[in-house]
């Protein structure tokens, strides 16, 4: 048997990207290089910095299980933070040497059981195994509204905010009431001189208090490790075995009382129509549930208002939207407009080109619908490995746990191309075929499927998620089945 060393690129320094190096080197894969299109790491958590950004799961429990940290200010650590927490790692383990910054990966061909990537300095010459780790959220959707380019005031995305942006005394427009547009309203409606909230789909919002964490709470953590640990142990167990497992339909005692703190929680509301248009009528869960302590209180203040007819379009002075007395509209006048419209979450290559065997385009083999075998790999695209692939886990639990079980799978491919006499690893279509027409068979019991529009379900109404319990995930997770594999 022949050890040979292997060349690998990993697409992305976000939370996995970096995890991703990390990992590789401990295994003693150190020729390896990540590609970054920004001008620094940290993903998300570098592009998002608008008010009241905070991680939506607990802090404790967002992290590298590798990386306890016992410094985090509140049960949900606000944006800054957890950038703060990403630098820290890659300052200890030195990631900086390996990445490649303002390097936008254009293209990667497979030939001759090697990958050629370009990026946007040049030819980066050939890799043995890639590793795309560029996540979902990070291309903005902007709405199709007309008019949007003639507004007159300061407009943006909030994943674009401008740095040191004042909203002081200012009239505002939100377009969207997801998770970003609830934090913002929480977080400035008592700065602004007008908030405008412009909602389509009113969305359920679960009670969470984010409170501090004392100075004598994190003494304690830095003092007794083992306690930070049973903290990060039991609060992942509670997000995955209650949480994750109520909504694929595994634990209906956890979804009742999902449900009924959501529904409570509304209760808030004391103005009968405002509650009424901020009711939503499908399922609590079928969308991503919002978290949040404030913002129906927030939504209730005299400055805040509700939109809930519909935008007709945007005009220089801002927002225009139907009304039944007035036979123009009515127009909302706004200084600043933030669109909170999210991210198209299924580009998760594009830009890039990526060409596999025979010279296969992916976005070909895609146009259809995105398919990976257990969201990692796919047929035809040799020693091409995905963290964030199709059908993975996505919920309101860490990220960075499915993370590192997704990269602990891949490194066991990639070492049989280390230590083995191989140079292809790819799953075959039949493995292929038969884990996504389990998905679609499993997918109807879901919260997902019962009924509603979310960023989970792409455009030919698949719904991109894992629609089993995440013990399933990690059990499968644990040990690739090189029999559903082709290995050259």
Known sequence: MTSRNLRIAIIGSGASGLMALIKLREAGLTDTTIFEKAESLGGTWRDNRYPGLTCDVPSLAYRYSFAPNAEWTHVCAPGPEILDYLKTVAAEHDLERDIRYSAEVLSADYADGQWHIVTSQGDEGRFDAVLAAAGVLHHPAYPDIEGLDTFAGDCFHTARWPDNFSLEG???????????????????????????????????????????????????????????EQEFI??????????????????????????????????????????????????????????????????????????????????????????????????????????????DAHKIMSPMTVAGRGGKRLDATWADAQE?????????????????????????????????????????????????????????????????????????????????????????????????????????????????????
């Open 170 to 228: 200012k009239r505002v427009g939100v377009i969207g009431t997801g998770s970003t547009a609830t934090q913002i309203t929480g977080a400035i409606v008592g700065e602004v001189s007008k908030l405008s909230l412009f909602q389509r789909t009113p969305q359920w919002i679960l009670p969470l208090a984010n409170d501090p964490i004392s100075e004598e709470q994190r003494v304690a953590y830095r003092a007794n490790p083992e306690l930070l």
């Open 234 to 343: 039991r609060l992942n167990l509670e997000q995955t075995s209650k949480f994750a497992a109520a909504i694929v339909g595994e634990n209906p005692y956890s979804y009742g009382v999902i449900d009924r703190y959501c529904r409570d929680h509304l209760n808030l509301v004391t103005d009968p129509d405002l509650k009424a248009r901020l009711t939503p009528d499908y399922k609590v869960g079928c969308k991503r549930l919002i978290m949040s302590g404030n913002f129906y209180h927030a939504i209730q203040q005299p400055n805040a208002e509700l939109v809930t007819d519909a935008i007709t379009r945007i005009e220089a002075g801002g927002i225009r939207t139907a009304d039944a007395n007035a036979r123009e509209g009515r127009l909302h006048e706004l200084d600043v407009l933030v669109l909170a419209t999210g991210f």
């Open 372 to 488: 990976a075998y257990l969201a990692v790999t796919i047929p035809d695209f040799p020693n091409w490995f995905m963290i964030g692939g199709p059908n993975s886990p996505v919920g309101n639990f860490s990220w960075l746990q499915t993370a590192e079980l997704q990269f602990g799978y891949a490194l066991q491919l990639i070492e049989k191309l280390r230590d083995g006499n191989i140079r292809e690893i790819a799953p075959r279509a039949e493995a292929l075929r038969a884990f996504n027409d389990a998905v679609k068979a499993k997918m109807p019991d879901t919260i997902w499927a019962s009924g509603c529009k979310s960023w989970y379900i792409d455009k030919h109404g698949h719904v991109a998620s894992w629609p089993w319990t995440f013990e399933k995930f990690k059990a499968d997770m644990e040990t690739p089945v090189l029999s559903d594999y082709e290995i050259a």
